[in-house]
């Protein structure tokens, strides 16, 4: 992170913000690539040995389960928390619920009036041209959404300036 911030000509106070966000993942990007040599010949090693199993099984014969059974994953994912739920009734799925980290991220106000991590990251950006808000597209993407991209600029009246979708 102190290579990046000396790069950019930037203090620590850069990491809150677009560019630290987009930095983070860049730098998430580099270890990554930097470990896949020793996770793939760790998996290789596995399999030479024999050891071919990708997961543990033996909790997955729908048979076993009770007539009603519930479920619950939870995983931190590169864009944030994700958890999905789900009720299994006489076999059949029942309900089922899953929370995005975009969700979360573009969420509204929470209970407490909290903004949420986009609005939050909106207040006070600069735009220099309302005809075309790049700066408001950049600091969306930054949270890296897994949803269509648009971005609409209202006045105080809810007067559209400004609407802009990528595809």
Not at 75 to 95: K, T
Request: net charge negative; aromatic share 6%; with cysteine.
């Amino acid at each position: 992170m102190d290579g990046v911030l000396k790069a950019l000509n930037v203090g620590p106070e850069a990491l809150f913000s677009t560019l630290g966000r987009v930095g983070a993942r860049g730098i998430e990007t580099q270890l990554l690539a930097e470990k896949m040599d020793e996770w793939v010949d760790a998996l290789a090693a596995n399999m030479g040995a024999g050891d071919l199993r990708i997961h543990d099984n033996s909790k997955w014969d729908p048979s076993s389960w009770p007539a009603d059974a519930m479920g619950a994953g939870f995983h931190e994912a590169p864009r944030g928390a994700l958890a999905h739920w789900v009720h299994i009734e006489n076999g059949l799925i029942s309900n089922y619920q899953c929370v995005v980290p975009s969700t979360w991220n573009a969420g509204p106000r929470d209970a407490k009036g909290q903004r949420g991590p986009y609005e939050e990251a909106l207040l006070g950006t600069p735009v220099a041209d309302p005809e075309r808000p790049i700066e408001i597209l950049r600091t969306v993407h930054s949270f890296d959404p897994c949803m269509a991209c648009g971005v609409h600029v209202v006045d105080g009246t809810r007067r559209i300036l400004s609407s802009v979708r990528v595809a």
